[in-house]
């Protein structure tokens, strides 16, 4: 015969304290993933910021910016894979077109905030690294499935 065990008031609060940290600390372990990443990218480049808050701000008005300019990339992408046959061509147009709207978000945050100024090469070489990434670990998830 099983026993049901009841956590209580107490249990749930515990239980619900414990997952909220865990998202947390996943979230601001990405974070500090990306921002480490950028800050190491940005000093190789001699991208001028101000302060590490100016840094922190372009990253959050990146990844924001960059979530909107991402979707229309996908759906601009979707659209015109349908005619394109070859395999080789489609991914090369995927990553010339995600490439194109990386920068996007890239050039706009550049030039909305004073304090971080990237150069125009700089940018397109950002793009087109983020955009490999993806592109490389998106081809790992489809591997495994």
Do not use: H
């Not at 922190?56 to 894979?81: H, M, Q």
């Amino acid at each position: 015969m099983k026993k049901e065990e009841n956590l209580g008031l107490f249990g749930k609060i515990v239980v619900f304290g414990l997952l909220a940290l865990l998202i947390i600390f996943a979230i601001a372990f990405s974070f500090g993933i990306m921002f480490f990443g950028f800050a190491g990218f940005f000093d190789v480049f001699g991208v001028a910021y101000e302060s590490l808050q100016s840094l922190v701000l372009f990253l959050v008005f990146f990844l924001i910016f960059g979530l909107v300019t991402d979707l229309v990339a996908k759906a601009f992408f979707i659209i015109s894979a349908s005619y394109i046959a070859d395999k080789k061509e489609l991914a090369i147009s995927r990553i010339i077109v995600e490439t194109a709207f990386t920068w996007l978000a890239l050039f706009v945050v550049d030039e909305m905030m004073l304090s971080v100024s990237v150069p125009a090469a700089t940018e397109l070489l950002l793009a087109l690294l983020l955009t490999i990434a993806d592109y490389i670990f998106e081809g790992k998830k489809k591997k495994k499935k």
